[in-house]
């Protein structure tokens, strides 16, 4: 069975500091996948990773894969209250994306 | 990106009675839907794969004739909850998969609020 875990589940940090989320899975995959949700809403797509070494930015999120160490990392650079937020990670094995399995989910609140 | 929609937003119904939930992608022929639940506070968990024009792919431990689901056209999948009890409260997302590109993500609908009293 494929686990994902993510690494803290909950998190708390000044704004302009930085922080990193890991994403821990069980299973050989080449694709991963970042989301975030707001409270009550779906899920917005962050960034697709679609091979090891991959590195995505955008503003001040970065996403990376190490499909060898079977983990991910989503950094953030000087929060800002607006990226507080739950952000999951999802592993697709089949490389289709199809049959996601997501992560337990990290609940980042930015403080002013 | 592609646009998923989801019908109704919210629903309250009473014990034993069944819900529908529509998803449709708007702007693009999906082949291949998927039906997620997420109970409070928790993750999402994939429940079924939804093929158009022949049976759904279900998960274990999903009771499929419990969670019917119906893709009978490329832009539309439905999600009948069944006998819906109290524990079957929860949101229920979908999401598609553009086979525009390289349809390397899924596209995920605004989600289903199911309260059963």
């Known amino acids: 069975e494929l686990k994902v875990e993510q690494n803290p589940l909950f998190l708390s940090m000044q704004e302009g500091k930085n922080y990193t989320i890991y994403c821990n899975y069980s299973t050989t995959s080449d694709r991963l996948y970042w989301y975030r949700q707001d409270p009550g809403k779906s899920l917005e797509s962050l960034f697709v990773?679609?091979?090891?070494?991959a590195v995505k930015q955008e503003g001040r999120l970065m996403a990376s894969l190490d499909t060898k160490a079977r983990l991910s990392t989503l950094h953030i650079t000087a929060a800002v209250h607006d990226l507080s937020a739950t952000y999951f990670c999802a592993v697709d094995p089949t490389g289709t994306a199809s049959k996601l399995t997501f992560g337990t989910g990290t609940r980042l609140q930015v403080t002013l | 990106g592609a646009v998923v929609s989801q019908h109704p937003s919210r629903v309250i119904c009473k014990s034993g009675t069944s819900v529908k939930i529509e998803c449709r992608s708007l702007d693009f022929q999906a082949t291949t839907m998927f039906w997620y639940r997420q109970f409070p506070k928790q993750s999402l968990m994939l429940m079924a794969t939804s093929n158009e024009g022949s049976k759904a792919t279900y998960e274990q431990g999903v009771e499929k004739d419990k969670f019917l689901i119906n893709h009978a056209s490329l832009t539309l999948s439905t999600l009948t909850v069944t006998s819906a009890h109290p524990e079957d409260s929860s949101f229920y997302i979908c999401?598609?998969?553009?086979?525009?590109?390289?349809?390397?993500?899924?596209?995920f609908g605004p989600g289903t609020r199911l309260l059963v009293l």
């Open positions: 990773l679609l091979s090891n070494g």
């Open positions: 999401s598609a998969r553009d086979p525009r590109g390289t349809g390397e993500t899924q596209y």
